[in-house]
């Protein structure tokens, strides 16, 4: 009797899972989206967050602690790095550099990923071959191998780092983009729509892609989180955005010569790389839950 109990507890328990954990995404998103928010109002007014210059040297100012510690000043509140430049600006205004490659990035790449994808995924044969041949070609290498080699022949520059993030990132949308086509294009609102006599252009852009859309915008904000650190790395090795613009990366490569003295030149660009991609992968999560309907259904 009592494992029959237990048993009969079970699903009463499962059904009431959902909304247990409906308020999981929901934090999610409210937080991401109030980083996110922060983000890009540091980007679009920086100068509401600071008035000093981020490209100005002060050589009376180098190597300034931040503004709490003994020797430091408010006029600095989070220090001054090398050369003097306030570093509170510097990363403020690198709010300007590293989110918005990476969202770049991801837009270029989702967009020539998706196409490619939906093409092979909708008229397989000779045409699917090729597609996920040259995919597979792209992914049989490491990311930051194929995006070093990449930055060696196009050499440093914002758009340049835009490209290279993008050919390295394109192959994982073609690939989701492609099975998701391949297993809806029979189904039966693309047979009623091939039916009406549409051309096939206007199907898959009105009645294929909405339907995996939720499935590419999942991977697109998870992946604006991975490519923000890709950045921040090519930054760091001379690939990313050229100096002395104050990208985060090749701030915490000029800080590194200092990590052990002042090691605030390398936290505070750090503490904001980290920050901006928690933001993105709790927007990736919560969407995957919010959109899924496998969690919707407690599965």
Not at 39 to 61: E, K, N, V
Not at 131 to 154: E, Q, R
Not at 207 to 222: A, K, Q, R, T, Y
Request: overall charge positive.
């Amino acid at each position: 009797m009592a494992i029959l109990g237990t048993a009969s507890a079970l699903p009463q328990a499962r059904s009431r899972n959902p909304r247990a954990r409906r308020g999981g995404p929901i934090w999610k998103l409210c937080t991401g989206v109030a980083i996110c928010t922060l983000l890009a109002s540091a980007a679009l007014f920086p100068g509401a967050f600071t008035r000093s210059d981020p490209l100005q040297q002060q050589l009376a100012d180098r190597l300034l602690p931040p503004g709490w510690s003994h020797g430091g000043s408010m006029a600095h509140p989070l220090g001054a790095d090398a050369l003097g430049r306030d570093l509170l600006a510097r990363v403020i205004y690198g709010a300007r550099y590293t989110p918005p490659i990476s969202m770049a990035a991801v837009a270029a790449a989702g967009t020539v990923g998706t196409v490619l994808g939906i093409v092979a995924g909708y008229f397989g044969g000779l045409v699917d071959l090729v597609i996920i041949a040259l995919a597979d070609f792209m992914l049989s290498f490491p990311f930051i191998l194929t995006a070093l080699l990449i930055a060696a022949v196009l050499g440093a520059g914002v758009i340049n780092l835009i490209v290279i993030l993008a050919l390295g990132t394109w192959p994982t949308y073609t690939r989701i983009a492609r099975a998701e086509t391949a297993s809806m294009r029979h189904r039966e609102f693309m047979t009623a729509a091939r039916a009406m006599g549409l051309r096939t252009v206007v199907m898959l852009r009105r009645h294929l892609l909405p339907n995996i859309s939720s499935s590419l915008i999942v991977i697109g904000s998870l992946e604006v989180a991975r490519l923000m650190i890709a950045e921040a790395f090519l930054s760091f090795l001379g690939f990313g955005v050229p100096p002395p613009l104050p990208s985060w990366g090749n701030m915490i490569a000029t800080g590194r010569d200092y990590l052990i003295q002042q090691p605030w030149l390398v936290t505070v660009p750090g503490l904001a790389i980290m920050l901006s991609a928690t933001a993105f992968n709790f927007l990736g999560d919560a969407l995957r839950e919010l959109l899924d309907p496998r969690f919707a259904r407690g599965d």
